[in-house]
């Protein structure tokens, strides 16, 4: 590192980064005292600070260790008005990443300690033209520059645009539209286009800013923080430093690629049926994914589930013999869990004798509704509970020979609830991490995991590490730019940018409200776009009879064949994507600009991505379009579907139904693959547009 | 008044009122430092501070002349951290009113100036069932407890609040909807039930919080404030001691209660054409208010005026002899004029020679975006500017001969404007103050006060004292609780309890935009409510083609008649008040606590006031209700319409158009006056739910 000291100014950079800019009008670190209101709504959240006492440290003293040009640590004594003083040791850890720790100080005078200031503030130096990115699963904004992110793990938001219709019905009936920022998998970590990683330490509410022109404003709230921040020649390299420290997460199961994961509900025979005609028709199928497996009940929000995690063996008769059964087909079977518990089921009753549940202030089982019922939660802080729950996922859903399930929710921890150890507030962002844990650990300590995969949408700082795999949560089922089929693509780049990179979303959406009901054509171009990923399912939304499906009729099958077979003939390098994330962090989408990093324009451009190195796609994510207009990178790039080839800038390619714009580059080891894609499904008959 | 210090706690009490309760932990009073960011789009405003330090001046020590319990003032020492002091000076004035001055202290230490401190917070002591009413003029709530107040000279917005659709329209197409808090009229003064007034003296924006339950939390920016605290037995001598130190407004004109003022437009012929109708349909009328008498333009946003102040003799010739033939008639003629100019006018190029315009960063003069057009403002804190603008006003209309005019507008000084004298940022609450004194004096000065009459919407502290009317500005044509024809009577009550009490609004609303269009029935019932007010004025709104209008039909014509005779009858009652008003500050329309002081149940009412102390005013607020339940005080009160005498408590009685909900009380002195009213106006033939 090195340090310069002029005057109240202090400098700290780090292979050329500056990373601390401070002088005394622009201090570099405030503290301060809060005490903030969370009023939750179905998993909404108004979130207000009440501001006691806020104290710039405007003098900064530096004590290095080595010369100023190569220090390997420095002590940075922060002071204040009154003699506040906070101590903050920077160093180096194995991997050459800063690490800040704020301490109490022995200089301090103030008579206050550092455990009552619940406020901090950091600038971090920023540069003309910088973009950053990240800060977890962003739905509607890549380059986070020029915008404000609270971070707060939340429901997504129905709409989330304060200018769209859906949001303000969403907002007026139940407060539930959301905003730009409202994310189910927040994470207080940025990487900056000036090639570092920059992320703190926290569990708390906090809030990057991004709008100063000469500083990132971040805001952190709760016990004293610490920052850690990787510098690297490459965006590459920076993910590797990120995911090195925050972990990554491991290879899939090799079924998992085999085909779609067909979301279907309705009791044993319904969904063998369904399978057979999908089969029939050609659709390369990997699973079946049952979430009513256990049961559901029908609210004014649409079909929902039961949340007592035992088979349903009414409404899924003799599922112990068709399983196995599938299985010799080729086909798994998923189901579904949560981190509640159905007030009216048995587990329930259990649980509370045990007194295994999150409770309230009165001393009573925490009751949250979710969408229109009431339901409990097992407080995942109680080492006891939480062996319970890893046995009951192992007996109720493993030994009955589920390959996997939706591990749902994680957002809705109440800041009031009681817990067994430790304050809401402060855990209510690392719950989706420790539901994460739980279902890890169910599945790794019996010895399932690569053959048994949960997918979550709720996460948070080092879910990343425990889950196996992250779906978008719930999309309306529209073409919207901020909760549509468009926002599924920078929500895979911001958190694969934040270090986790297996990610997909339900094909087609899942958000039926209002006047918004999934058509044919969404359906579709959503199906295109899924093939791309590491992973197609589908689900029918909470409301199916309102939304096409995959079968409503022979063109769509058709079509929803020839995505499957082209998403099957990906697998080798869908695999070889899968083993670079767990070995090196780098996710499976990801921007464009990660391998054309000297190209500003790519910063902003969240409508197209690479598929690794080699394939870059360009999903048409408009109604009613069959043409696209993309600029490529410097690079040969061949058209996908003509064998056209291009060397980069601006181009105009056909895309009817069935042929999304997709290119490979000329160079990659796996061309013979990509060209094999033409041939190995059936030219489409009649889409539209054709 | 009294002093306690007990440890750390100071209390400060005067006449049984608590006024400071100082303890560490919640401390009297905080100083800090910011910077804000003011985003204006045509008269709205998004405003964000970026706060940089806040101090508790946790420590209060008081020092007192003359006795504990007799203390004629008080100094009082706060400080904080790092010896940061303020001192403040409590004493009584003249009438018995406390008032507290904030200045530099010798005791300081901290090395930082008092004027260095621009945001300020103080708290007031509260108490459970307490409600507070003021603010300014408030349009959607009377009792302001449980709610959050910045309060900022703007636009109202249109819809107002952000559950409703059209709200939502505005927002969307030019973040024009405005919420609950936005007005033309704020000011920093609070009554409280517990018979205080309270008065920040400060131009710079502040935030009345009251929705904390031992603290009304107010937060002021800008140099230190002063605050004024007056404590009476009754509302009415909290009102009294308000208007004392605020200013009242005088006495109106004689001839302003001699019928409606008909809001008409385009041209001398057409105008009298339209005046003949109306007047052989029996309306009486006292003006004619002609806003396009110095000529129109056509906008998107509707039929719009010129803003080039002299008489537009094409539109309107032979103006000259027709007001003079008007008047021996009985009918005055009212023009209008606002705080910009049009920049296509002869007086702009004047004003901007003269070096008499705001002007921008650049140094040319600054041309704001009203609806749709820009326009140049008169730099009203240029002595030599206001001079010439007097001259103009009693030059191009006293001379012409109106009798009065809207003084529109005051709410779009820029912050970043160039002025001058004196920072925009903190001169643009005082603008509307600036702009109703140049009217005021420019009709004082020209001997005309008491004969000629201006009306304004805009205002803050101390605009009261020079405006001779205000109006409610732009309703929408509806029947929305928040913008609609129920918003004008919290405006009116609201502002009265500000101590400003002569208020009206235009008949029937003004925005027609969307799908918003005033009804026949909104018509009738707004003219109603109007006729049991100071002032019957009509406006054709913004899309006069799409509004139903006076002379819509013989039917409403017939209306309209009677509601003009009625309230002609009304006139020696009216003037009676206005006097009040004048004398001692006790507003016109008045909220029924104001003589009913000892039952919370009226705190909340804001759908019926008292006309005075004798009439008790209910009317329709909803469509195609032809009955109207309400609760009456205990006393003898009579229905106006039948003679029905009621003694308090639940009443239901018929309300069909024509016959609003009215009662006067049996003891009152006018009683003969409005026992005449049933016979004095012709009785309705046949209106809507007969």
Redesign the interface.
């Known amino acids: 590192m090195h340090l310069r000291v002029n005057g109240d100014q202090v400098v700290v950079a780090h292979r050329g980064r500056v990373l601390i800019r401070h002088q005394a009008d622009k201090p570099w670190l405030?503290v301060?005292r809060g005490s903030a209101t969370y009023d939750m709504h179905k998993g909404n959240f108004t979130i207000e600070d009440s501001?006691?006492?806020?104290?710039?440290l405007s003098k900064l003293e530096a004590y290095a260790e080595g010369l100023s040009d190569e220090v390997t640590s420095v002590r940075l004594v922060a002071s204040?008005?009154?003699?506040?003083t906070v101590c903050a040791d920077v160093s180096l850890d194995r991997h050459g990443d800063v690490v800040v720790v704020f301490s109490p100080c022995p200089q301090d005078a103030?008579g206050t300690s550092v455990e009552a200031w619940n406020r901090w503030w950091i600038r971090v130096p920023s540069e003309p033209g910088e973009a950053v990115f990240g800060c977890g699963e962003q739905f509607s904004h890549l380059n986070l520059r020029g915008r404000r992110f609270p971070l707060w793990v939340s429901e997504q938001g129905v709409g989330r645009n304060?200018?769209t219709?859906e949001t303000?019905l969403a907002?007026?009936h139940e407060g539930a539209g959301g905003d730009y920022y409202t994310t189910y998998f927040p994470q207080p970590t940025f990487v900056s286009s000036q090639k570092y990683y920059f992320h703190v330490e926290t569990s708390g509410y906090s809030v990057f800013d991004f709008r100063d022109k000469d500083a990132h404003q971040i805001e952190i709230w709760g016990a004293p923080p610490s920052v850690r921040i990787g510098v690297d020649e490459t965006f590459a390299g920076v993910l590797e430093r990120l995911t090195a420290y925050m972990g990554r997460q491991p290879e899939l199961p090799e079924w998992v690629y085999d085909g779609v994961w067909l979301g279907l509900q309705g009791g044993t025979d319904v969904v063998d049926a369904k399978l057979r005609r999908a089969r029939n028709a050609g659709v390369q199928v990997a699973a079946v994914w049952a979430q009513d497996w256990q049961g559901k009940r029908i609210t004014p929000f649409g079909k929902q589930l039961m949340w007592n995690w035992r088979w349903d063996r009414n409404l899924y008769p003799n599922l112990d013999k068709a399983i196995p059964e599938w299985r010799r087909q080729g086909i798994r079977f998923l189901g579904y869990i949560n981190c509640f518990l159905a007030i009216e089921g048995d587990l329930y009753e259990e649980a509370k004798k045990k007194g295994y549940l999150a409770r309230n202030r009165e001393g009573h089982p925490y009751h949250v509704v979710i969408t229109s019922f009431p339901a409990a939660m097992v407080d995942l802080t109680n080492p006891n509970a939480v062996a319970w729950l890893k046995r009951l996922i192992q007996r109720e859903m493993i030994d009955l020979g589920l390959s996997g399930w939706m591990a749902d929710f994680g957002e809705y921890l109440p800041t009031d609830a009681v817990l067994y150890n430790g304050r809401a507030e402060e855990l209510h962002n690392q719950w989706p991490t420790l539901w994460a844990r739980v279902n890890r650990e169910a599945v790794e300590e019996y010895g399932r995991l690569g053959r048994v995969i949960f997918f979550m949408r709720a996460g948070y700082s080092h879910s990343g590490k425990y889950t196996t795999m992250v779906w978008a949560g719930d999309q309306n089922v529209d073409w919207s730019r901020d909760d549509g089929l468009p926002s599924v693509i920078p929500s895979a780049l911001s958190l694969g940018m934040s270090g986790v990179g297996l990610h997909h979303s339900d094909i087609g959406g899942y958000t039926t409200l209002f006047h918004i009901k999934r058509s044919k054509e969404l359906f579709m171009r959503w199906a295109e776009q899924a093939a791309f990923t590491v992973l197609m399912r589908t689900h029918e939304g909470n409301r199916p009879d309102d939304n096409w499906q995959f079968d409503g009729d022979e063109e769509t099958l058709r079509h929803f064949a020839r995505m499957s077979q082209v998403h099957v003939a990906l697998k080798p390098y869908l695999q070889h994507l899968v083993r670079e994330n767990s070995q090196r962090g780098m996710p499976v989408v990801r921007p464009i600009f990660l391998h054309y990093e000297n190209e500003p324009y790519w910063y902003d451009v969240q409508d197209a991505y690479l598929l690794g190195r080699d394939v870059l796609v360009a999903p048409v994510l408009q109604e009613q379009v069959v043409e696209r207009k993309i600029r490529l990178p410097q690079d040969e790039w061949i058209h996908l579907w003509s064998g056209h080839s291009y060397h980069g800038g601006e181009v105009a390619v056909a895309a009817p139904l069935g042929e999304p714009p997709v290119f490979y580059r000329a160079s990659s080891p796996y061309k013979e693959l990509f060209e094999s894609v033409r041939s190995v499904v059936s030219h489409p008959k009649k889409f539209l547009g054709r």
């Open positions: 405030c301060g501001l006691a006492e806020k104290v710039p204040g008005r009154g003699g506040v103030s304060k200018k219709y303000f907002d007026t």
